[in-house]
């Protein structure tokens, strides 16, 4: 019985770790991406800047 406990304990905790990790990777990727935007959304006011 107490295995049993032991062992549910273990699967919450691995699917507690899971979500983590997941919730972890969708915030780095929108970070990235938005990371990104800023980056193109300056080269192109730069080359607007060089154009005028």
């Known amino acids: 019985m ?3 406990v032991q ?4 699967q919450m905790l691995s699917l507690d770790v899971m979500l983590i990790l ?3 990777w969708h ?3 929108c970070l990235l991406l938005s990371f ?3 980056m193109i ?3 192109l006011l ?3 800047q060089i154009w005028e």
């Open 2 to 4: 107490a295995l049993l």
């Open 7 to 10: 062992q549910t304990r273990w």
């Open 41 to 43: 959304f300056v080269k």
């Open 46 to 48: 730069l080359l607007i």
């Open 36 to 38: 990104l935007f800023l």
């Open 22 to 24: 997941i919730l972890m």
């Open 27 to 29: 915030f780095l990727r």
